[in-house]
């Protein structure tokens, strides 16, 4: 299932494989599977009382180095492949908490990049691209550039920024 992600999506041009993140967690499944096959139809009685002292020791290096190998590069954010997406966000909460402070009243804004903008901005954010919202993204129309981000329909646009109460906004979670 993991592998078909990329292909029903039509691909993903992100860095760092965001697809495959939530999978990352069921990749030691097939191990635990296989140990839990050999424990049942395999006796391994002799072996058993051979590998028990070292279990410890073994565990204890593996977890070390899974450590070393991925804090390091975290200590040097800057120097990640993603982190132009991570400083794409937060511009992007800066930008929401200075529309905050420029308008009294928070008015509707339409943003290209909506998500980092959402957690700053108190107002209602309409994603232009459709990347954060179903029926921006939904909306017939010619799509044109970017595939996923050519949804912008001028009638949602209308509805939304009009206060259409039966038109969604961004989700604030997105």
């Known amino acids: 299932m993991g592998l078909a992600i990329p ?3 039509g691909g993903d041009h992100f860095s ?3 697809f495959y993140q939530p999978l990352w967690p069921l990749l030691p499944l097939p191990a635990f599977a296989a140990a839990r096959w050999l424990a049942d139809h395999v006796d391994m009685s002799d072996l058993q009382l051979r590998l028990s002292r070292l279990r410890v020791p073994v565990l204890l290096v593996m977890g070390l180095s899974i450590v070393a190998a991925s804090t390091t590069k975290w200590f040097r954010l800057r120097d990640l492949p993603f982190a132009g997406e991570i400083h794409i966000a937060q511009r992007g909460r800066v930008t929401g908490e200075r529309l ?5 009243d928070v008015p509707d804004v339409g943003m290209l990049m909506a998500g980092g ?3 700053g901005y108190d107002g209602a954010v ?3 691209l459709g990347l954060n919202h179903a029926q921006m993204a939904h909306a017939p129309g010619d799509r044109r550039g970017i ?3 050519a949804a912008f329909n001028r009638d949602v646009f209308e509805q939304l920024s009009l206060g259409d109460p039966a038109a969604s906004r961004l989700d604030s979670d997105s």
Do not use: A, K
């Open 7 to 9: 292909v029903i999506e």
């Open 16 to 18: 760092q494989f965001r």
């Open 100 to 104: 905050n402070t420029l308008f009294t």
């Open 117 to 119: 903008i959402r957690y």
């Open 126 to 128: 309409i994603d232009l």
């Open 147 to 149: 595939r996923g981000h």
